[in-house]
């Protein structure tokens, strides 16, 4: 039995992540993170209205700011779109498809490892804020050192709300093979975004707005906190209730279902490609 380590698919994920780190968009992505972070946390309103920056609230209020107010949905497209066109453009796919490498371990594979590189880069924005608790310049209200926070909320509000995200990028970039589709998709995201919310969340129950968002904005709708005390907010722990669980949950289906899609059309493409160079291969050998 083969060990974990030495799987097609884990050699597919390592070669991601090494392509990943010699490209420019993932550090100049986590140059910006860990700016946005700094100016968040020190140019923010937290001091202005007395919030502590280490607070339950602030920190869910940042990430959620940060998962899509930042264009983050777009840089996910930078980082996930075109990982299999470049194999096709470059020229290489028929000598990976020569290796014993299936097509759920080249798609799993090149999708995670991906996927990988961009969570990295978005962790550039928690662990800055995370690390910047060390720091209490004046009229900043900090609160103990803590860590378990930022870990839940990031995971929660980013990670998760970006997974299907990535997937929907990686699946038509790899269907379409052009870059321009991707890009075009990932610029239309957010009139399409505002535009569902308006038109079809808004006019929902408060549980099927939940449950159907895919970012996760709805849950402390009513906290309203520029009516609220500072004290009150300082004390206030955001929860995940049933409803948000099984928004995430639901959002974990519909990437997985996205893969899916991409596994059997990608295929499809796969034989019809194949047939093509054997028919060549015979008329050549005929010759």
Known sequence: MRSLLHTPFTAVLRNEILLGSKRIAPYALIILFSANAVLWWGWGP???RGWATNSDFYIHRNFGGFSFILGL?????VIMGDSVIRDFRLGIDSLIFSKPVSRAA??????FGNFFVLVCCQS?????????QFFHPSRMIVLPFRLVPYFKHFFLVVVISHVVLAAFYFTVGTLTRNAKIVWALAASFYPLYIAYQKVLLQNL??????LLDPLGFNPDQG????HRSANYLNDYVVSYGSDMIANRVLIILVTAACLTILYFRFAIAERTGKAENFSVLNLSTAA
Do not use: C, M, N
Request: aromatic fraction near 22%; avoid cysteine; hydrophobic fraction near 60%.
């Open 46 to 48: 937290a001091v202005e």
């Open 73 to 77: 949905p777009i840089f996910t497209a």
């Open 106 to 111: 080249y798609l799993l594979g090149k999708f």
């Open 124 to 132: 550039a924005f928690a662990l800055t804020l995370l690390f910047l």
């Open 205 to 210: 129950p408060q549980p099927w707005r939940l």
């Open 223 to 226: 906290l309203d906190p520029w």
